[in-house]
């Protein structure tokens, strides 16, 4: 159904395009409050400078292609995110051809990477958070099988008020 790939800096345009007559508020929802709005290649570039670097596994940045068009449909990033516990943390996660939305290729790929984190990255845990109003992506996850571990209230602030987050998490023993 798909395969991921390391992204590259040629790849940006086309989430930039996905981006395209958007919100801030959209923005903020598949990439958390850390890109700035309106978002370039140029922002996107300077973000993920340190991202896929050779012999650096500690931040991986993925396209999501499909696997018989070799259409790019969207971008999942895994990371480093406690050494301490030796977790990994799954964010910027977005399938942005709308076409394909709701057809399980976002938890395909969430499955993808969840394995090469345990398998390859050698995680214990995987962390990731969504909005608690996201009830398409939390059901994704769930499907994956995280679970939710807790609840920010408050956690950004948007125009029209708050969003709440919650935090969701997959143990390697867990994972089937």
Known sequence: MIKLELMKEDDFSKVVQWNKGKSKEFLVQWAGPALEYPLTEDKLRE?????????????????????NSG???GMIEIRKYEKESNTGR?????IGEE???????GTAALREVVRMGFEKLKYDKICLGVFDFNRPAIDCYKNVGFQI????EKYVEVSDGYWNLYDMSI???SFK
């Open 47 to 67: 973000f993920f400078k340190e991202y896929n670097m050779p012999n650096e596994t500690s931040r991986l940045l993925f396209k999501i292609i499909l696997e």
């Open 71 to 73: 259409e790019m449909v």
């Open 90 to 94: 799954v964010g910027r996660f977005l």
């Open 99 to 105: 076409s394909v939305r709701g057809m399980g290729i």
């Open 149 to 152: 571990d807790r609840l920010t």
């Open 171 to 173: 143990s390697k023993v």
